[in-house]
């Protein structure tokens, strides 16, 4: 069996890491991914699609990516269930990211480039 997705688009807003009272660390990102095909009017949709970004990657994510970044991240789609008034439940989808590729670079990785090459 295989759970697998890959998506590529660029970031709708910098990346915010939380620390969850377990000390997990966590962010949300939103991905801006293009349509490979035209629409009735011949323009090309996009669609917004919410990850789910955990400990390590997150932090990566937050100290190189910013708003307008391309990348290509890998994940699985994970299903739970949300309960809502009148005894009725709603299947939620989730995108888990699994590994993060930097298509292109952010000012945020620039600086801190050669804020490194600077110190030695």
């Keep these: 069996m295989l759970n697998q997705v890959i998506l590529v688009g660029r970031l709708t807003h910098d990346p915010e890491v939380k620390v969850l009272e377990d000390g997990r660390k966590v962010s949300y990102v939103s991905l801006a991914v293009q349509r490979p095909f035209k629409n009735m009017d011949g323009n090309y949709d996009t669609d917004f699609i919410k990850i789910t970004v955990w400990e390590g990657l997150a932090s990566s994510i937050e100290s190189y990516c910013s708003k307008g970044v391309l990348v290509a991240v890998k994940a699985r789609i994970q299903t739970w269930k949300y309960e809502i008034a009148d005894d009725r439940k709603l299947n939620m989808l989730e995108v888990i990211a699994e590994r993060i590729s930097f298509l292109s ?16």
């Design 105 to 120: 670079s952010s000012a945020k990785a620039e600086f801190k480039s050669n804020e490194e090459s600077s110190e030695k």
